[in-house]
């Protein structure tokens, strides 16, 4: 039987991480590496591959440049060449040179070669400097929201927009576009809204058509109470005096769908949703702000970790 966890508040602010605002560059994305749990989860499909390290070594070979990107003991190759587009987090164009630490998106769709080192040729490399900006690269839909939920953009005068191609372009034509949006300020909502100072739309990237498909109708599973109750017994974190069980173990248990962001999930039965991120108090119902006593959090490897009395209102 796991005996009683009781997490110290010092460190559950180190496993939820920091708060919007921070230096950062992100994507809807997965991580070059990715480690499976115990639970084996789902990833969510990617828009963007990201590789991220300090660039250890450069090559210069056939009209291109190699840079040798390591962080622990995973190494990539990253290929910049006259198309590759270059920035810091403020969105300033730079020269990548050894010794930078950066991030690379690379489009998840486009052919890779099967080589060791992994080598990618990334739409857009980030190099993080120190001054305060974030960057995201994602699809943002004709609300210019990312595909996660997490960003919406409210584009103003002030907002400079360019495009790969070089075309000119106005506010309405960044929607349903692949985007490296830069920005300093962010809402503290879902999702989390912000005037951005610099928007290139990635028009080099063709869109796809959707796809119709048929929905095919599936059972609801019944609620087994029983197993739900061993977990929230057997399971369990205390954090600042609040019980925090596994959200995944039970939800599908409940019979909600369950959606992997980088972030966090996306639950959903029916036409009920809950948006749940990890380090933030506030979550989605619907297309309304709700709140727990204590931020969801990653507590064990691959399990995000909820207060039980969010379960007690999902179960009722």
Known sequence: MKMKKVVPFAMTALLVGSAMGVPTAS????????????TNEQQAQPVFVKVTGKVENVDVRDNATYYTVVEGEQT????????????????????LQKGDKVLAYSYAKKPMLAIYPPQYNPEV??????NMGSVEVDY??????????????????????ESVSGKELKASDLEEQHLVVFYTIAT????????????????????EEPVEVDPVPTPEPTPDNGAIEEIIQK??????????????LI???????VEVTP??????????????????????????????????????????????????????
């Not at 994305?29 to 749990?37: G, I, Y």
């Not at 490399?125 to 120190?130: L, M, R």
């Open 251 to 257: 939800v599908e248990k409940l019979g909600f769908e």
């Open 125 to 130: 490399i980030i190099v993080e400097k120190d």
């Open 235 to 248: 399971d369990f974190y205390e954090v600042e005096g609040t019980k925090m069980v596994p959200l995944r």
């Open 76 to 95: 990539n190759i990253v290929v910049v060449d006259k198309d590759s587009l270059v920035f810091d987090n403020m969105g300033k164009e730079v020269k």
């Open 188 to 207: 503290m909502s879902i999702p989390a809204q912000t005037p951005p100072s610099k928007v290139i739309v990635l028009d080099n990237i063709e869109k």
């Open 263 to 316: 972030k966090g999930a996306i639950i959903s039965k029916g036409a009920v949703s809950y948006t749940i991120t990890r380090g933030q108090k506030e979550y989605g119902y619907n297309k309304a702000i709700r709140q727990f006593d204590v931020a969801p959090a990653l507590l064990e490897s691959g399990k995000t970790y909820v207060p039980v009395e969010f379960v007690e209102e999902l179960m009722k």
């Open 27 to 38: 994507a809807s994305e997965v991580e070059a590496v990715v480690n499976t749990s115990e």
């Open 140 to 161: 943002f839909d004709k609300n210019l929201i990312d595909t996660d939920n997490y960003l919406k953009l409210n584009v103003g005068e002030d907002t400079k927009i």
